[in-house]
């Protein structure tokens, strides 16, 4: 099973690579990836394995969990992703190879790792095409074929038409990248299970398959960065800063100690699906976690690049509580002091992401 999925078709089906994963599925995202399911699907966790782990990235994952939040972005925008993938695809429209398909995933690799040096993804990508046994396997290698596919990387990289318009769609989809990657990292921590962190996704970490995600890890810069933050955060300008990975560790380091300090909470508390009104509400996940007079409170975003044309996004859109729940709330990552049922435009007003904790 694992050879013929996870080891061959993952990496032959590429109309969107970030669901080739252990655990993903290609079929029916509207009925894997909606709102509701993730509901139920936390609730069916919560009751049968509530000590399961959560996991977004490990040694074996075929992209890093920050390489797939970003892909995924190409779903909310396939017109612009499709007329991308018609201009890049005219650069090798004569030759044998890269087939197309091969192509599709150079260029969809390419973003979502993208700055990555060109003897890096090269090898990647001759792992990739081994993996998919299409032209050519570790049985069975095609040199020439697999040549051909490596000088057309390196025109890619030789090409600054090319390099300019990559560097111009990168652009555009990594902030929603970035901000559906932290809130995912919201959500494993909050949600029913043990949040699990694989070595250096502590900041962004833009790795492809292994052995690309098993180099070594600057564990000091982060200690550093960390020390830094301690003292030194501001939510604002790490949102502003948010390429550096600050952020990432901040969020990460705030909610694991507000873990430690609830762990009652999220190993036995309740999980209660919290609607959603106005026009942006399939937007926004939000859920409370409750043990006795213990509450917390989780919003974050979803396919945020569908509303990046819209002025005041969450203008009118409001998270709804439970009748019994408290009143008064702080939010844990901007010490944000907020009154029940307040708009998201206001849950969200210094982060795109909010957890709040019942204020006694």
């Given amino acids: 099973m694992a050879k013929g999925l996870e080891d061959t078709t993952f990496y032959v089906h590429n109309p969107l690579m970030s669901v080739n994963e252990v655990g993903g599925d290609s079929n029916g995202p509207g009925i894997y990836f909606g709102v509701e399911e993730f509901h139920r699907h936390n609730l069916a966790r919560r009751g049968r394995w509530p000590q399961t782990m959560n996991a977004t990235s490990t040694h074996d994952t075929k992209r890093s969990e920050d ?3 970003r892909i995924n972005v190409l779903s909310e925008m396939p017109r612009e992703w499709e007329r991308c993938l018609r201009r890049w695809t005219r650069y090798h429209a004569d030759a044998v190879a890269p087939t197309p398909n091969e192509q599709v995933l150079i260029f969809q690799s390419i973003l979502g790792a993208w700055p ?19 032209h050519t396997s570790w049985i069975d290698i095609d040199e020439h074929h697999e040549l051909r596919v490596l000088s057309f990387i390196d025109s890619l990289y030789a090409n600054e038409e090319f390099l300019t318009d990559l560097v111009r769609f990168h652009k555009k989809i990594s902030y929603f ?56 955060a501001n939510p604002r300008k790490l949102l502003k800063d948010w390429t550096d990975g600050r952020l990432k560790l901040y969020v990460t380091c705030k909610l694991l100690n507000f873990r430690r300090d609830h762990s009652d909470l999220f ?18 996940i939000a859920f409370a976690r409750q043990l006795h007079d213990d509450w917390c409170v989780v919003a974050v975003p979803r396919l ?13 859109t409001s998270v709804e509580l439970p009748p019994q729940a408290p009143t008064h709330w702080m939010n844990i990552l901007t010490n944000e002091e907020i009154c029940r049922d307040r708009f998201a435009s206001e849950l969200f007003s210094q982060l795109p992401f909010t957890v709040l904790t019942a204020q006694k």
């Fill in 67 to 69: 390489v797939r939040t």
């Fill in 116 to 134: 990555i040096e060109p003897d890096r993804f090269k090898q990647y990508i001759v792992k990739a095409l081994r993996e998919g046994k299409t």
């Fill in 177 to 232: 990248g970035a901000v559906s990657s932290l809130s995912q990292v919201v959500l494993k921590i909050t949600s029913p299970g043990i949040p699990d962190f694989y070595r250096g996704t502590e900041v962004w970490d833009l790795s492809l398959a292994d052995p690309d995600n098993r180099r070594p890890v600057d564990f000091a810069s982060r200690i550093q960065m960390l020390e830094q933050l301690k003292t030194h």
């Fill in 267 to 284: 190993l036995r508390g309740e999980y209660i699906p919290l609607r959603v009104n106005g026009s942006c509400a399939d937007h926004i």
């Fill in 304 to 316: 945020l690049a569908k509303l990046r044309r819209r002025k005041k996004v969450w203008s009118g």
